[in-house]
């Protein structure tokens, strides 16, 4: 994927990346600044062309849709069920379906219905997200992907969001791709990761795995999640903890098993 601009060198912004999802998965992308994370979401909804390579979706239907990063301002609609019944209405679907999959999204999303019939430029910054999300979870999508999906949320907005997410994926089997420079809120959300750097796919492993590569990861100057990182300190300072758990429910038990056996200990001295 090359970018040209005017007057300057060529911006190669992916070189030879590479990579199969399977449906239902959820997937973390990470990568430092201007590593191509955005630039490679783009591409696989099919907003930019890539200069060279092909994006192959098999398997179920469904569009895969990107959640863009500023919702607000792409808002047109009169209402915010106007606005979440846009991307369905253009795909032909009845207006039967089309209000059903509204009203679904919506409570999906956990947006109160006495805001449903406002216009969506009246909602607070976290409800305006909520909106875009609904928007995007209305096409039914097989993949959603998510570019930066925390910025203006708090702590508990964002606990919101992987509530959300986390439902939604098991009621429908939504697989994900979700670029963020947050790690411990991916951690929540995605069991696979890719690391991007330079426009080049450095690492596809898991959070277990990248327990492994610190010093890969400090070179980028990409954290691990904060459990992760614990359980990684503790194992170097020769706790029998084992750091490469692969998810967030797993590094809790982890951590949780070696501070009972700690009190255990205490309390047969
Ligand atoms: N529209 C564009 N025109 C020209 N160059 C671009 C454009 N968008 C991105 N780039 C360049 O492509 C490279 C990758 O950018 P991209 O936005 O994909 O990175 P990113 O990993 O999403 O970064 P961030 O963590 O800051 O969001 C950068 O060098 C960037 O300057
Ligand atoms: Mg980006």
């Known amino acids: 994927m090359v970018y040209s601009r005017d007057g300057e060198a060529k911006i190669q912004a992916l070189n030879g990346v590479s990579f199969r999802v399977r449906s239902g998965e959820a997937v973390a992308l990470i990568g430092p600044v201007g590593s191509g994370k955005s630039t490679l979401l783009r591409v696989l909804a099919g907003l930019v062309k890539p200069t060279s390579g092909r994006v192959t979706v098999e398997g179920r239907k469904g569009p895969v849709v990107l959640a863009i990063q500023e919702p607000q301002r792409g808002f047109f609609a009169a209402t915010v069920r106007e606005e979440v019944a846009f991307g369905p209405e253009n795909l032909d679907l009845d207006p039967a379906e089309v209000a059903a999959r509204v009203t679904w999204a919506l409570t ?68 994900l791709l979700v670029a963020s420079h947050d790690p411990d ?26 327990t492994h590569q610190g010093p890969a990861l400090e070179a980028l100057s990409l954290e691990l999640p904060f459990l992760l990182s614990l359980l990684c300190r503790l194992q170097a300072a020769g706790a029998p903890v084992e750091a490469a758990q692969e998810t967030i429910e797993e590094a809790w038990a982890e951590l949780s098993r070696f501070y009972l056996g700690r009190k255990q200990e205490g309390g047969d001295r």
């Open 185 to 210: 809120f991916l951690f929540s959300l995605t069991r696979r990761v890719l690391v991007l750097n330079d426009g080049k796919l450095t690492a596809d492993t898991t959070w277990g795995g990248l």
């Open 108 to 175: 999906a999303v956990g947006l109160k219905e006495e805001r449903w019939t406002v216009s969506p430029f009246q909602l607070s910054g976290g409800e305006q997200r909520r909106v875009a999300l609904a928007a995007s979870l209305a096409m039914k999508p097989r993949f959603l992907l998510l570019d930066e999906p925390t910025i203006g949320l708090d702590g508990p907005g964002q606990a919101a969001l992987v509530e959300t997410l986390r439902k939604i994926k098991a009621e429908t089997g939504l697989g």
